[in-house]
């Protein structure tokens, strides 16, 4: 049996998960393919979500001081919906929606 180490392991489950998002299988029907469990490929999915950064992402920082209390998030979705979220909630709101 071929010694797989666990960067070899992560980049095959990568691998895996790319191919599903562009193609048309039924998660059952990748993981019947691969002999992967649900929760074994639900984890994978998980990990490379939490770790998958956009190329396009650009970081904004706050030029002026405000204390924290007193920040507000403003988020913009199509269909002219938006959500104001106070800044010490905002990382969670987004991981909701990223995730969801």
Known sequence: MANITNLDLQKQMFLIIKQWEKGSERKQEVCDEYNLTIC????????????AVPKDFIEIKCAKKIPAKEQIVRFHFSGEVSAEVPS????????????R
């Open 88 to 99: 010490d909630l905002a990382i969670d709101f987004m991981n909701q929606l990223i995730v």
């Open 40 to 51: 074994k490929f639900d984890y994978w999915l998980k990990k490379y979500r939490t770790l």
